[in-house]
């Protein structure tokens, strides 16, 4: 099970992006139950987490990137996006979405976020 990230892309520090992440059509029935979690990996680092919104719909965010980032879900779409402002050049990364319950772990191919400044 696969989850399929888009919207990664070029640009320029300061500028915004959308990522999107759909769940593929066997977790239609039990989408709304994982907790989804959009995660970085930079050159040379471990991967992080960047936002996560449960279930139920808490969020958390990574220190970094609060107040510039906003995680969001669709759960009638199997949908969850990461809307980025006032990106940085240390926003540069592979973003991972994530999507987990009890022992299902499963994650996206990623899409890479590059930052000029």
């Known amino acids: 099970v696969q989850l399929q990230a888009s919207g990664g892309g070029l640009v320029q520090a300061g500028g915004s992006l959308r990522l999107s992440c759909v769940a593929p059509r066997r977790l239609t029935s039990v989408f709304s139950a994982h907790d989804m979690g959009w995660y970085r990996q930079a050159p040379g680092s471990q991967r992080e987490l960047v936002a996560g919104i449960s279930s139920g719909g808490t969020i958390n965010y990574a220190d970094s990137v609060k107040v510039r980032f906003t995680i969001s879900r669709d759960n009638s779409r199997k949908m969850v996006y990461l809307q980025m402002h006032k990106l940085e050049p240390e926003d540069t990364a592979v973003y991972y979405c994530?999507?987990?319950?009890?022992?299902?772990?499963?994650w996206g191919q990623g899409t890479l976020v590059t930052v000029s400044s």
């Open positions: 994530n999507a987990t319950r009890y022992s299902d772990d499963y």
